[in-house]
């Protein structure tokens, strides 16, 4: 079945990077644009990132460009997320999503807590 | 991409029917129609319950619809049951290779 695991998370100081996995299993990410997804604690879902199936395509939420990056490895099966420059409101739940097509968001992982704090 | 408009919280008695709506512009609603619903327990992952506006996928209950008219969107859950209290976010693609999504809305089930 369809599985998608995200890693990376944790606590981190603020002017710092962090880098986020997520594996996919049940399917071959070669075939489907994937997504990062994040939710800050108690608040709403905010689109980041997307990144074409041929991962020659990538496109980011204005609000975070310039300081992300996203990126896949098509041979682990495997989309990261590069957030750098962390802020306190960068603290959230990071999580990835399979793109649908039409269908939209049709799977995603358990996210991963990042929490930027001195 | 500034998020679409959901009220902050719904509420229904078991049985009856509520809907929830999602208000947009004409820049990422009006011209499309991949407008999609996700339902998210506390400390969940958001769910797909509905897509292209009105479509449910394969294990949704037939309970859930949608619909869109103009720039809003709406969701019903007829025959409130007490597992469909949750979190729920619309969500459109917004054009130029970008997504938005609802602030969400709390429903519960009295």
């Known amino acids: 079945q369809v599985q998608l695991v995200e890693s990376g998370g944790g606590v981190v100081q603020p002017g710092t990077s962090l880098r986020l996995s997520c594996a996919a299993s049940?399917?071959?990410?070669?075939?489907?644009?994937m997504h990062w997804v994040r939710q800050a604690p108690g608040k709403g879902l905010e689109w980041v990132a997307v990144i074409w199936y041929d991962g020659l395509n990538k496109y980011y939420a204005d609000s975070l460009k310039g300081r992300i990056t996203i990126s896949r490895d098509n041979s682990r099966n495997t989309v990261h997320l590069q957030v750098n420059s962390l802020r306190a409101e960068d603290t959230a739940v990071y999580y990835c999503?399979?793109?649908?097509?039409?269908?939209?968001?049709?799977?995603w992982g358990q996210g991963a807590l990042v929490t930027v704090s001195s | 991409q500034s998020a679409l408009t959901q009220p902050p919280s719904a509420s229904g008695s078991p049985g009856q029917s509520v809907t929830i709506s999602c208000t947009g512009t004409?820049?990422?609603?009006?011209?499309?129609?991949?407008v999609s619903w996700y339902q998210q327990h506390p400390g969940k992952a958001p769910k797909l319950m509905i897509y292209e506006v009105n479509k449910r996928p394969s294990g949704v209950p037939d309970r859930f619809s949608g619909s869109k008219s103009g720039n809003t969107a709406s969701l019903t859950v007829s025959g409130l049951q007490a597992e469909d209290e949750a979190d729920y976010f619309c969500?459109?693609?917004?054009?130029?290779?970008?997504?938005?999504f609802g602030g969400g809305t709390k429903l519960t089930v009295l």
């Open positions: 049940g399917f071959s990410i070669n075939n489907y644009a």
């Open positions: 004409s820049s990422d609603f009006g011209g499309y129609n991949d």
């Open positions: 969500n459109s693609y917004a054009g130029s290779h970008s997504w938005v």
């Open positions: 999503s399979r793109d649908g097509g039409q269908i939209g968001f049709d799977y």
